[in-house]
Every structure is written in structure tokens, then in C-alpha cells.
């Protein structure tokens, strides 16, 4: 799969198997249609004239051997309204144009969706190579039959005009995919596969591939020593030992603090003795989005090469029920020195969190994020779109906000005030695991900032847009990725 970006290049001169046109809603030609249209004497027009299609999203038209074109094949590519067609709507044109054109057999695709934005070449080519990685991205290891090959085609990212070099941002769009992909793969994987050992190999094998990106894996002994009793109580029902995984991707110099960030690796949510209902448990494979996330990141970081230091840490572990879980109302004592009454066992992200969070502030960074899939509550408030963020600091709040509307993985700001605090009350510990019925999302977030004191600090739940059905999304590799482009 080979993606390039190309400027000043007129649509009839464009070479390839399949040339993308734009036509807007009503049969509104867009201007790269409309050359193609006059190079052919009126073909695209008359084409048109049949009225099998007429412009709307997720319609679209195939022409063969269109007069005065290079490319034997033009796809006709419906964008809707034209005063509503921005840089995320050419990312899902693009989408469906790649899906419709899969197991075709065509290599080289010629896009002029995005023609139009010739001023804002680089969202235009971020937007279409993620979409199309999108719309190529399968996870087929696991099916032995009716295995359809990888999608390889190669997009050209084309424009009329004489535009901005983005060559610089092809790259970028390049490590932020291979990035979503490796998370997404990791996400996919099922419990049985995916277990905390299976992530800390998975990050030798990371650290392998890279010559600035080392591992250090702590066991639980290693965690016991330091006092990380919260992090392991959660393990106690689960055959599978904890791990705490730490990746450090130097792309700067060694003086420079580090960024870090903090990913939630339940391999499976079970619950634990405050055991979950049935339906749809399997879902709770992807309560390591956060810790993919993490891995998917720091391995964008290190694709291109971005002059920035990392440090991640993944907490993970497998919340089971057993003979030797931790029981609701057993007290343990954080690496921090808080004690917590475990009221609920199933509010398990947050008692792993605190520790990796205690843990990382060794690395004396420069700000903090953690990740997480850490509350139904945050499906509840925001859905499956966007993702919550709260934070000890409003300047890094903004910061991520702005990252995030720049690459199209939004995030959406929730108050992390100090009244919420009351609400983790325990009876006989410092802190109780869970603030009862009201704002979940809120009081989890109010949780993790007992512990983050110490240096600035954002915490994105992303329990609702870390999956969508059944498959992971990578989701926010994108967000994370560019807020480290904006730092750098
Ligand atoms: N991993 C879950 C959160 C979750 C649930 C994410 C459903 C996505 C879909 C988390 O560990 C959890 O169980 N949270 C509890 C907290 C509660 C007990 C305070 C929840 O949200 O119900
Ligand atoms: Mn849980
Ligand atoms: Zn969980």
C-alpha cells in the first residue's frame, strides 16, 4: 500500500485505476467533475441524466472508460450538501469510496474529494489517509474461512491546484494509522489471548522494532515492594498475573521532561465479585482500549519520528471472581498511602489507575493523561461519539479540546469541581471506590485527582468511543497523537 500526495495535477492528466470525483447533493458538480466533465465532451453530465444517482452521501456512481481520462475507471462519489461538505465529511467519502472499491481489482486510486480545500491541504490529506486506513482495516486472524485478502490500495491524494506541500502530514497521517491499527488489533484480540502477559509481550516486541523505544516490565513482586496494594487487589481473582508495563520513547533530548500516558489495561472486566449481568459481557475484552491506546500512540510517535519524550504506563490486569478476589468492603492500601474501601468490586479501572498514576510521576513529567474505559456513565452523558475529558488544568484541558477538533476525534470537557468529592466517603478507609448513582464519569475523575496532585493532569474516558458494536476503534490514538504533534 503505497499513499502520495500530488499538486497541480489536472484531473485528465491524473493516472491510475480509479479516479475519485466529487458530486454534491442535486447532482452538483464539483469543480474536479466538472473539468472531467468538459474533457469528455459532457459524458459525467449525461451519465448523470439517467438519474440513478443523485449526489447524496453514501451514493455512489461507477463510469468505465470515460472519454479524455487516464483512468479507466471514475467513481462518482455522492457528498451531499455542498455548504455542509467539510475536511470529516471528505474523510467519510472517502471511506465509502475505499469500501466500495475492496476486492476490486484496482491498486492505485486517484482522489480529488477533497480538491475543493486547497487551502487546507494538510486536514484534507490527515483526513483521507486516515479514512481510507479506516475503510482497509480488517482483523481477520481468527477466521479460518471465507477470509477475505487485505485491502493494499494505494491513495493519491490529488489537487488541481498548486497547493502547500503536505508531504510532511502524509507521514504524520502514516504513524497516527499504523498507530489506530496496532490499538485496534490489541483491542480486538479476546481475553483468553489478551491477557496482561500477552500485553507486556506485546510491548517487548514494540520495543524491539524501535532503537529509541525501551520496555521495562514490573511483576507483581516488583509491585508488591512498591506498595502498589490498589493496583493488586484487582488481580487477586485472576489466574493471570498483573503486570505494569513502561514504555519510554526518546525522540528528544534526555534533559527534556517526558509526556506521559496512563492506560487502563483490564484485559477482561468480569466485574469480580460484584459480578456483571450477561448480556453483552464479551464487550468488556476492549476495557484495555485505554492501555491500546497508549501502545498505539507511543508507536506513532516512534513511525515519524516526532521530537518529543513519552513515557506510557499501562496498568494491567484481569478482574475475575474467585476464592481469592478482593470482596466488597475489603480495605487496601495505594502506593500512595491512601487506604480505599472497595465498595464495589466492578469499580476496578480507577483502583488500578490510582497506582500507575502514583507510579509516574517518577519520571517528573511534564503533564500527565490517563486513558480509560472507566464508566458506563460516560455512554450515558456522551454516547458513542465523543469521549470525556477532565482535568486538574485548563490550559491542558483546552489544549486536548483543540487537538482533538483539529483531527476529527473529539473530546468534550465535564466539570471536575471539588463538591463531587464528598460523594467518595468511606466509612473506615480515606477514600470509598464508588460516589453512587449520580455523575459517574464525574466522580471516578474526582477519584484519580486524589492522587494526580502533583503535577498537571487530564483524564479522558473513553468508554464509549474505544468500540463501536463489536470492533475496536483505536480511538484516541488520533486525539493523542496530534495533541503530541501540537507539544512537540
Ligand atoms: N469497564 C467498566 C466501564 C464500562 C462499562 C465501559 C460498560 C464500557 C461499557 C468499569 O470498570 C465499570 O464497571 N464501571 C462501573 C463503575 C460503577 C460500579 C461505579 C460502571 O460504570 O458501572
Ligand atoms: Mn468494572
Ligand atoms: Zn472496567
New binding site residues.
Given amino acids: 500500500m503505497n499513499n502520495s500526495f500530488k499538486s497541480n495535477l489536472p484531473v485528465n492528466q491524473a493516472e491510475g485505476d480509479c479516479l475519485l470525483l466529487a458530486v454534491y447533493a442535486d447532482n452538483t458538480l464539483s469543480a474536479a467533475a466538472e473539468v472531467a466533465n468538459k474533457a469528455s465532451n459532457g459524458a459525467i453530465k449525461a451519465f448523470l441524466e439517467y438519474g440513478d444517482f443523485t449526489g447524496k452521501t453514501d451514493e455512489s456512481l461507477m463510469l468505465y472508460d470515460v472519454a479524455g481520462l487516464q483512468c479507466k475507471r471514475t467513481l462518482l462519489v455522492g457528498c451531499g450538501d455542498k455548504a455542509e461538505f467539510d475536511v470529516f465529511k471528505l474523510g467519510d467519502a472517502v471511506k465509502a469510496a475505499m469500501s466500495k472499491l475492496a476486492n476490486k481489482n484496482i491498486e492505485v486510486i486517484v482522489s480529488y474529494l477533497g480538491d475543493e480545500f486547497a487551502d487546507q491541504a494538510d486536514a484534507v490529506v490527515m483526513q483521507s489517509i486516515l479514512s481510507a486506513a479506516d475503510a482497509r482495516y480488517q482483523f481477520t486472524v481468527h477466521k479460518t474461512e471465507n477470509n477475505e485478502a487485505p485491502l493494499k490500495q494505494g491513495l493519491v491524494i490529488a489537487f488541481t491546484a498548486a497547493v502547500a506541500d503536505a508531504s510532511g502530514t502524509l507521514v504524520q497521517a502514516e504513524g497516527i494509522a499504523a498507530g489506530s491499527a496496532f490499538a485496534r488489533d490489541l483491542s480486538n484480540q479476546p481475553g483468553n489471548i489478551c491477557h496482561p502477559t500477552y500485553l507486556a509481550e506485546a510491548a517487548k516486541d514494540l520495543g524491539t522494532q524501535f532503537e529509541n523505544l525501551s520496555v521495562e516490565i514490573l511483576e507483581e513482586a516488583d509491585m508488591e515492594t512498591l506498595g502498589m496494594g490498589s493496583l493488586l487487589s484487582v488481580s487477586l481473582g485472576s489466574d493471570q498475573p498483573a503486570k505494569l508495563i513502561v514504555l519510554k520513547y526518546n525522540g528528544a533530548a534526555d534533559d527534556q521532561a517526558p509526556i506521559a500516558l496512563v492506560g487502563k489495561g ?1 484485559t477482561f ?1 468480569t ?1 469480580g465479585i ?1 459480578l ?1 449481568p450477561g448480556l453483552n459481557m464479551d ?2 475484552k476492549f ?1 484495555m482500549g485505554g492501555a491500546a491506546s497508549v501502545f498505539g500512540s507511543v508507536k506513532a510517535c516512534a513511525e515519524m519520528k516526532l521530537a518529543i519524550n513519552v513515557v506510557g504506563v499501562i496498568g494491567a490486569v484481569e478482574n475475575m471472581p474467585s476464592a481469592r478476589a478482593t470482596r466488597p468492603g475489603d480495605i487496601v492500601k495505594s502506593m500512595s498511602g491512601t487506604t480505599i474501601e472497595v465498595l ?1 468490586t ?4 480507577r483502583l488500578v489507575l490510582c497506582d500507575a498514576l502514583t507510579y509516574v510521576g517518577k519520571y517528573k513529567p511534564k503533564l500527565v493523561i490517563d486513558i480509560a ?5 460516560c ?1 450515558v452523558a456522551l454516547g458513542r461519539d465523543i469521549c470525556a475529558l477532565l482535568a486538574n488544568d485548563q490550559e491542558l484541558a483546552d489544549d486536548i479540546l483543540k487537538s482533538g477538533r483539529t483531527i476529527g476525534d473529539t473530546a468534550w470537557q465535564l466539570p471536575l469541581h471539588a463538591s463531587y468529592k464528598k460523594l467518595l466517603k468511606s466509612a473506615h478507609a480515606d477514600l470509598g471506590n ?2 453512587g448513582p449520580a455523575a ?1 464519569t464525574i466522580t ?1 475523575a474526582c477519584f484519580l485527582s486524589h492522587f494526580t496532585k502533583d503535577y498537571r493532569w487530564a483524564h479522558l474516558d473513553v ?1 464509549g468511543t474505544a468500540w463501536t458494536g463489536k470492533d475496536a476503534t483505536g480511538r484516541p490514538v488520533p486525539l493523542l497523537t496530534q495533541f503530541l504533534i501540537d507539544q512537540a
Avoid: F, P, R, W
Avoid at 466492578?346 to 479501572?349: L, P, Q, S, T
Fill in positions: 483490564v472486566d466485574g460484584s456483571k464487550e468488556m476495557d464495589n466492578d469499580a476496578e479501572g474505559t472507566l464508566t458506563g456513565a455512554i464508588i460516589g459517574g471516578a468508554a
